[in-house]
């Protein structure tokens, strides 16, 4: 059986390619409509025991990571799992956005915290666009700020009366962009550096608004764990 661990569009992608054969996507359950088919199971594995427990349980035989590029506590764990199991694992993973044609003006930084102190000195009116588990983050530093924070599901902490939040998936159009970043005068950009064409839109709006752009380095990668762009290459190395 093929072990797909998702979060992403390319892993459901990569489940519905592989109707037909045996696999699993696996999903952390966060977001309520998960807007997949086929054969789905929900919630963690209990870490790293619990993962190697579920690999021999079901006799999977190749593992592909398909999670979020700021998932670093599952990818460890699927590496640490799968190299004590003796099971294949691969991670689909995005290009960063790195190579996009404004990256050199971007401010990069490793993490939340010097994120919101970045945007909060760059900055009147930030567009937040870094998750609803870490909406809140930006609170202490942006309480008095205009912010919009765009999110997939509303986040549970409590937010300030000047904040806008605004609930909504990708993909996001250049035009649709355009008219959300203008009507709320945005003059700096937060996000993580997730990748791939689905949210990078807002890269290309920033940079012609001359908002600044503060940008989330992503996690360091397990070691020795190869790695392909897109569900074409996963599907090669599965065979």
Known sequence: MILILGGTAEGRRLAEALTGRAAVLSLAGRTRDPLTAGQV???????????????????????????????????????????????????????????????????????????????????????????????ADYVADLADADVLARVAEPPVAFLPARWTLVTSRGPFTLDGERELM?????????????????????????????????????PAAPAGVPEVADVAGALTWLG
């Open 41 to 135: 199971r929900l919630g963690g594995f209990g870490g790293v025991e619990g993962l190697r427990g579920y690999l021999r349980e079901h006799g999977v035989t190749a593992v592909v990571d398909a999670t979020h590029p700021f998932a670093a506590v599952m990818s460890r764990n699927a590496a640490a799992a799968c190299a004590a199991e003796g099971v294949a694992l691969l991670r689909l993973v995005r290009p960063s956005w790195a190579s996009h044609p404004s990256a050199g003006s971007w401010h990069w930084v490793d993490g939340h915290g010097e994120a919101a102190r970045r945007a909060a000195a760059l900055g009147a009116r930030p567009f937040l666009t870094v998750g609803r588990q870490h909406t």
């Open 182 to 218: 203008a009507a709320h005068g945005i003059d700096v950009l937060v996000a993580k550096d997730a990748g791939g064409a689905h949210t990078d839109a807002k890269l290309s709006v920033a940079a012609e608004r001359g908002a600044a752009v503060v940008m989330i380095r992503r």
